[in-house]
Nanobody, 116 residues
Framework: QVQLVESGGGLVQPGGSLRLSCAAS????????MGWYRQAPGKERELVAS???????NYIDSVKGRFAISRDNAKNTVYLQMNSLKPEDTAVYYC??????????WGKGTLVTVSS
């Protein structure tokens, strides 16, 4: 069984920074994609950023230039560095691991609140 545990959320003022971490454990294929999603109150969950095991990244337009996704394959951990945070970034952030044969796993989420 695969488990994902997120950490690093919290309350931050507009313009501030946070770094999220997601550690995966269990039977993990070497080739995979890890991603960060977020869900704001009353909105659908959306992909924020993703990174393949080879290091290719993808971002939604609203976070380009502000967020950076990275990973440590040896630790099966993915990070999301969030800078210049805005109130509209407030959401529960979820980590997702995608592997072959449509095996997808989710973390329980970590709350990020951007407010003065």
């Amino acid at each position: 069984q695969v488990q994902l545990v997120e950490s690093g959320g919290g309350l931050v003022q507009p313009g501030g920074s946070l770094r999220l971490s997601c550690a995966a454990s269990g039977s993990i294929f070497r080739l995979n994609v890890m991603g960060w999603y977020r869900q704001a109150p009353g909105k659908e969950r959306e992909l924020v950023a993703s990174i393949t095991s080879a290091g290719s990244t993808n971002y939604i337009d609203s976070v380009k230039g502000r967020f950076a996704i990275s990973r440590d394959n040896a630790k099966n951990t993915v990070y999301l560095q969030m800078n210049s945070l805005k109130p509209e970034d407030t959401a529960v952030y979820y980590c997702k691991l995608s592997m072959a044969m449509a095996m997808n796993y989710w973390g329980k989420g970590t709350l990020v609140t951007v407010s003065s």
